[in-house]
């Protein structure tokens, strides 16, 4: 089993929409949480940043953790064609960050 | 504030070549990271430093790849001989010891091994 899994998608979305954006892991002692964000041919952008159970919304992100499920989450509300990128999510657990594989997000106008 | 700087961003060399890239952090961050991005996957570290000291290394090929941080700042990371395999953006990341793990990340270097 993967440590920090995610559906490589592509996922499409239309402009306006809200974008769902999944992430399991398999560490129970896992402490923090992070998705970025990847352009194409650029590095990793941090986005969001989660720490505890429930939501934490910033600007058109929201970020949801569920400890008991292993499942963290990132909506994006109002989907533009620039919000078209990789989102990875990383997991902090014992002084190291795991990321996922990413997904990729296409937003279409 | 001036975030990650690495250098170069881009390189091709034969494979059994030698190479290296540098990193500078955030200004004040203690940690620093290498990471290695193979296309379609997500960074794997390589390397953590506190200052100059080696904090994980369990996941570098040590008979080749090489790091250090001397003065608790800036940081080479070296390849020595390459492989294919090798091609992938190598990232350098930053935090501070008061950041709640948010990592940073420079531009990466874009590495090709002919």
């Known amino acids: 089993q993967k440590e920090v899994e995610q559906n490589s998608g592509p996922l499409s979305v239309p402009e306006g929409a809200i974008a769902s954006l999944n992430c399991t892991y398999s560490?129970?002692?896992?402490?923090?949480f992070f998705w970025y964000r990847q352009y194409s041919g650029k590095s990793p952008e941090l986005i969001m940043s989660?720490?505890?159970?429930g939501d934490k919304e910033d600007g058109r992100f929201t970020a949801q953790l569920n400890k008991a499920s292993q499942y963290v989450s990132l909506l994006i509300r109002d989907s533009q064609p620039s919000d078209s990128a990789t989102y990875l999510c990383?997991?902090?657990?014992?002084?190291?960050?795991?990321f996922g594989t990413g997904t990729r997000l296409q937003v279409f106008p | 504030e001036a975030g990650v700087a690495q250098s170069p961003r881009y390189k091709i060399i034969e494979k059994r070549q030698s190479v290296a890239f540098w990193c500078n952090p955030i200004?004040?961050?203690?940690?620093l990271y290498w990471y290695q991005q193979i296309l379609g996957q997500g960074p794997k570290l390589l390397i953590q430093?506190?200052?100059?000291?080696?904090?994980?290394d369990s996941q570098l090929p040590k008979d080749r790849f090489s790091a250090e941080r001397l003065k608790g700042v800036d940081s080479t990371l070296k390849i020595q001989p390459a492989k294919l395999e090798d091609s992938a953006v190598y990232l350098c990341?930053?935090?501070?010891?008061?950041?709640?793990?948010?990592?940073?990340f420079g531009p990466g270097t874009r590495l090709t091994v002919l």
């Open positions: 990341a930053s935090s501070s010891l008061a950041g709640l793990n948010e990592q940073f």
């Open positions: 560490d129970r002692g896992s402490q923090s």
């Open positions: 989660i720490y505890s159970n």
């Open positions: 990383a997991v902090y657990n014992t002084d190291k960050l795991i």
């Open positions: 200004s004040g961050h203690a940690t």
């Open positions: 430093f506190q200052n100059n000291g080696v904090v994980d």
